[in-house]
Nanobody, 125 residues
C-alpha cells in the first residue's frame, strides 16, 4: 500500500488561496481513489473532497463546494483552495483507497487504507 505525503499548507489571509498536493514517494496515486480530509482542534475529521480513478467522479462537502477543486496531476492529487475562510483552518490529510465511484458522496474516513501525516492550513489576518 502506498504511503501518501501532503505538502503545500501554510498561513494565508481570508479570501486567499492555497494549493495542497498529495503524492506517493517513488510511486503514483493514479490507481487509487484519493480523499482530502481536515480536522480542526476539538472537532472530528471531516471529508472535504474526494475522487476516484475508476470513473473519474469527484465529490465535495457542502462547506467547500464551489471554492475547492480536487484534481489529478503528474501522478499525484492536488486540492486547490480559493476564497479561504477562517473556518477552513485545520490540519489537512490525504488518504488512499479503492472505490468505484464517489458520486454518492465521499467515503467515510475508516474506509480509506492509508493516510498521510497532514499539513497545517491557517486562515487568519
Amino acid at each position: 500500500q502506498v504511503q501518501p505525503v501532503e505538502s503545500g499548507g501554510g498561513l494565508v489571509q481570508p479570501g486567499g488561496s492555497l494549493r495542497l498536493s498529495c503524492a506517493a514517494s517513488g510511486s503514483s496515486l493514479d490507481i487509487y481513489a484519493v480523499g482530502w480530509f481536515r480536522q480542526a482542534p476539538g472537532q472530528e475529521r471531516e471529508a472535504v473532497a474526494c475522487t476516484t480513478n475508476s470513473d473519474g467522479s469527484r465529490s465535495y462537502s457542502d462547506s467547500v463546494r464551489g471554492r475547492f477543486t480536487i484534481s489529478r496531476d503528474d501522478g499525484g492529487v492536488s486540492l486547490e483552495m480559493n476564497s479561504l475562510k477562517p473556518e477552513d483552518t485545520a490540519v489537512y490529510y490525504c488518504a488512499t483507497g479503492f472505490f468505484f465511484t464517489v458520486l454518492g458522496g465521499c467515503p467515510r474516513a475508516d474506509e480509506y487504507h492509508a493516510w498521510g501525516q497532514g499539513t497545517q492550513v491557517t486562515v487568519s489576518s
